[in-house]
């Protein structure tokens, strides 16, 4: 399991509570002791309990119930329960149910997703792209991890992935060819990833040695048709699929064969839907 | 016009590309000349184009048309050129395209959904409530504000909302009655809020003098009786509808008369589609 | 009660010992045994315990003793103890003992005047500006609060101040009455203020409907003849009193009849005096 | 000349703008061109000029007029102006102010201090302790520097300075005599301040041999007795006088003769009162 | 050509230079105009030149010489040259020196190694390890870069890499040969790196299909026959050396016909030798 | 004792597992549980162990062993010893070995050539200057005084050491000696250091009443006869010797009678050989 560092959980606490409570210190409440609870609306694949319970923690809270990231749950299960102080409570709520959702939905929508594909293709693997929400790498890379998925590419600095954007400065796609045996030499760890717009091209990279494929927003029938073509070219290649794939169209994206389909649609969405009960535990 | 700081556009930077860009690097291109150019797929209210130029600028390129955040464009308008090295523009390309595809995606919702509500109730206001992805306050906020939305509350140090999770520390929404006059007292430059969840609780709210009330999770029909029974016993009282708002419904809501609609709806969905052009500029 | 973060705790310690305590490492002391105490020399509204004790805690001591911010102490009160090594307790002393005295200085201070002000005029609210040191505003804040004050504004985010420096952009105050109407269906959950320099402006303003008045730099009996005058025009507009207003004045200004007075004096002066004990609990 | 780092500047005006300047929203004249203008009200050292010169720049102004810091001006002299748009102007605004006032006042106290002491013994260095407001050391610094003073000790990792409370741990002051030719063989690079709370301990610290003495919280009489005695014993010896030394005492402390003085004082007390004048520079 | 973040050269320049430069300001000499130049003393990749430039200019310098980052010069030769204060030159002066020297130190190291393994089997890739010293990764990445190195892995999080560490948890690395196509399936887009210790594990690592077998710490002998071993075994199986490989023994290894080698040595070792000239432009 | 701060430890951390343990995770034995210790491999000064309690104890785990910095271990000492999930095991595995190993190798050279120049000279103090690897002075500062050293200049905020190119900017060395007294009396607290590139020069700066001279790259022989000269003109005047000094000929420059060496040798050389053994604990 792996965590967001305490700085960045400090960072959100105080993006929701800078200076301090308004409304519970008015209210003179906050000595007095409650419990907060978070369960389930929906059937969800829960993800970020392992941060709420560090906010809760340092919220003064103390965590009754646990349950990690990753489990599935049923709706109306409550899987995260603490008791403390009303300012405590009040101070970690939204903050926490933010994350909880948000992360969850991703988990969840990711599981449908991987759940949908595999069922026409169980050997399919779902990846993700660098295009989620500016600024939330850590915690949207842990939700689709938690749903079954897997980074496509943190970002530049770890993968190869050519995109007719870079192919420009070498004079297009076919000057590829030439140089590719010296550029696969030169990152003999690294697998190179090329990006199709085309039939042709698709064809033209299967015969030059490419070892991985990704058809980028093909049709359907055309993805069936490269797949096949591909396959007979050479049954080693891998092959991508990415462009506009989501729930909706996973299963038939998945059952054209091909190994992997990349998407960054599960990275947004309507947040999950997670209820949160707090309670005064003391009189008044 | 108001910015992420720079320290905050360096983290999105070194999110996307911390170390290196081994695919640029790989291909020997990072030298070569280019230019990148920003456009609209579909109508968009973009967001974002001054932190994206601020990027560009870090990345060594120079920008040659710029669109001010807040504009809204039709399909197929180029807001954003700039020119650099291959190098600087791929460094640039995905974290601008991501930040601007998010931020414009909230601030077009935002517009669409305020257009809608205030066809049927011009004096309407939309504001927004802190539900959204943590981490990304800055972003959210500059988007919901461009395409016409406040913000409800930044966050938990600078507005008063009663939620019942507050009041039952008090012993319910009853004893607030009698508290209310020495509450207002002591904040006398904030408005205070109280969420209502029955009929009865906020014509109870009504009458014993709270200033702006926010109906939380009703039916239409319900909200309109409310609006009705409270207008009676004081017009100059406020009424904020919360729960559940979005683009569908937004129009039915705003139709019951309320002055306000909290909502969170505008933070997530889809992205908007910014088409993105990288060309050489010099030879081979 | 709330804190400041981890990591600006951090900071505050690694400002005063950014690498070593030379003078503790020359001496060779670093693993003895010894005690640490603070104590009042004055009457003091202490403010920041909960930050010295996380302070003293990361420096590898155990607090034996705690008081909570906000406790009014009389002078020789031992408020914090803790027992730890010589190194963990030099290196924890000065940053703690200089956060105490200037977050209690303040803290107390706040209280001075909010007792002064409250004898004459029980209803009235100390707010304070944002003119704290400039970085100090997480604990300038909870220190105010402490005392017994509230935030007038946290910055220019959250509410919605008219100074003769915005209206000077519209040609004036005179111009602002024909756009109220607007501007507060604009933003109905804010409270509107604004500034008033002269008797005229003050009054203008209260005929225009205006909620709350800001008096700036008035003298105390201008202040009593506008709060009259106001109050005969519509005594539910708010009046608050701005402008070099101190512990020596508040009194006089309260008497005057205002809802609030607005403040940044507090904020500077005398830090309290805090008197430490360290003492060796070894042998030597 | 030095200066607080970019990241510092950026994160002092998101203390105070963190999101958008709700009022100059509301009034609809960001866009609006305008001028700012610093002045000083009286007698002042400025102090803090590079750094709003950076602010406003940062703010898309335009800086028209500068003086640097250090700079000691007569009242009603305007020493740095910027044209920009309202927006940029009011973002700017009053983290400038603030800033400059608080800078300009620690180093007009500094200044003044500095006057006084060298008026009736000129060869006397006033230096600051580490007990300025947490968090500001950065820009405290920078302002006693400007005033005419030096840091006494920037923290624990660069100074060596006995207080009882570190001699506590080896059995007291007697035990340092026997030990101090070690310590100044370890560190022959600093010099070793030992503090003296008694003429008697004075008196035998400079019979040992220490460089420094420092007299903590004397009278002033007892001071001119004791400086007179190390003299006699070793002309060679420094002495610095430390506790409660402020304006009103410099002169007659620094008469005693002693080479320093050590103090917080300046650190604190009313910020210097700066003008800021904000006009627009076009029609309405 | 990538750069440290603008917050991470700030970092370093408070790092040298936290509050002001004591030497300058006592001497008084900081307005005075002066020259900074930046020469190698011996056959040196340079490495550096962009983050410096940044930080001669943040101090107020004009940089009047560039040499990019990559460029290979013989001693004696001047690549960077600057004018500003003497205020701005001596603070930029040693940490610009500073990271000049350790960053070419890594690159010409890197370079020396690279080419004597190219010089006995010219397709050879050398990749540097994580094992950088810690809180350096930005420019030691980018030092081996400019040496003609490569990353083998940046973290944990973007390559696969099974150390017994790994394999004692699933009971060994022979219960890694039946997992395999199965771990291979699940990340299509990752090589899977096993590392083999002896001769034996290394034979059934390349029969059971592993695509990159890296020997750990074997002889030069030893390594040599498993080369031969499994090319017949399997001739698409890439082979990495690892383990104590450093300019000395480099060749030898290069010469064993292994595809890559992974090694950590160029990260620490002397600083490159850069002299560094500061005179005065004006007069006295 | 002192430690890193828990932000720069975060930091550490997240360098190296910035997202997500890929290989575990892929594994799927995360959860299992297992030992980890550290061991020596050759005589070792060992420096980091606070730190990687931290890391380990943030990773979930409980540490079992502990030893604290400075403690000179034979070869084959286990001193740290831990329990956790191989999930926390692998995240806090490199960093801390890696953060062991940069730190240990510092201190352990850093002993190694104390104790060569006191066993000729054995008053005399080893200092480092602040040329360490850019950003790593917390744990380079901790590592030297863990080995017997002490920092000669933690950098340009709080000593004063004359270079040749400070003094070109007052005319040269020459013209010291008019100001020296000046210069002296002006910062009673510090020592001045004047670097001396001649015999000349050093004699000169002798007889001018400087307290500490600082010998730039001089031949042995050379540092003989200045020293003598200087202790003639007057046995006061504390000696330091610099430029070049390491391990090999530290005891000649040592028996040079100089009073100090200044070197940056220690901070750079092979990390410390530290064995890792990582254990499962339960079954498969």
Request: net charge neutral.
């Amino acid at each position: 399991m792996f965590y967001l560092s305490d700085s960045m959980i400090d960072n959100l606490v105080k993006e929701d509570v800078p200076y301090l409570d308004l409304t519970t210190l008015l209210l003179g409440i906050g000595d007095r002791p409650g419990k907060i609870a978070f369960a389930t609306r929906e059937p969800t694949l829960i993800c970020g309990t392992e941060e709420v319970q560090k906010i809760l923690e340092k919220s003064g809270a103390e965590v009754l119930q646990f349950t990690p990231s990753g489990s599935f749950l049923p709706p109306g299960t409550t899987f995260l329960e603490a008791q403390g102080t009303a300012a405590g409570i009040h101070t970690a709520w939204k903050v926490s149910q933010n994350l909880l959702e948000y992360a969850s939905g991703i988990a969840t929508r990711t599981k449908l997703l991987v759940d949908r594909a595999r069922q026409v293709h169980p050997p399919i693997q779902i990846l993700t792209t660098r295009k989620h929400f500016p600024g939330t790498k850590e915690l949207s890379i842990k939700a689709i991890v938690m749903g079954g998925a897997w980074p496509h590419r943190l970002g530049l600095s770890e993968t190869i992935l050519f995109f007719r954007q870079h192919l420009a400065f070498i004079g297009g796609i076919d000057q590829l060819g030439q140089r590719l045996a010296q550029l696969k030499a030169r990152a003999p760890e690294k697998r190179i990833v090329v990006e199709a717009e085309t039939y042709e091209e698709a064809v033209s990279l299967a015969k030059s040695g490419v070892e991985i494929i990704q058809l980028d927003k093909f049709k359907i029938e055309e993805t069936s048709l490269i797949v096949k073509a591909i396959r007979k070219i050479n049954p080693e290649i891998k092959i991508a699929a990415a462009g506009g794939v989501n729930v909706d169209n996973v299963a038939a994206v998945a059952a054209t064969g091909v190994d992997m389909i990349v998407l960054s649609s599960v990275y947004f969405g309507k947040p999950a839907d997670i209820r949160v009960d707090i309670l005064p535990t003391g009189g008044f």
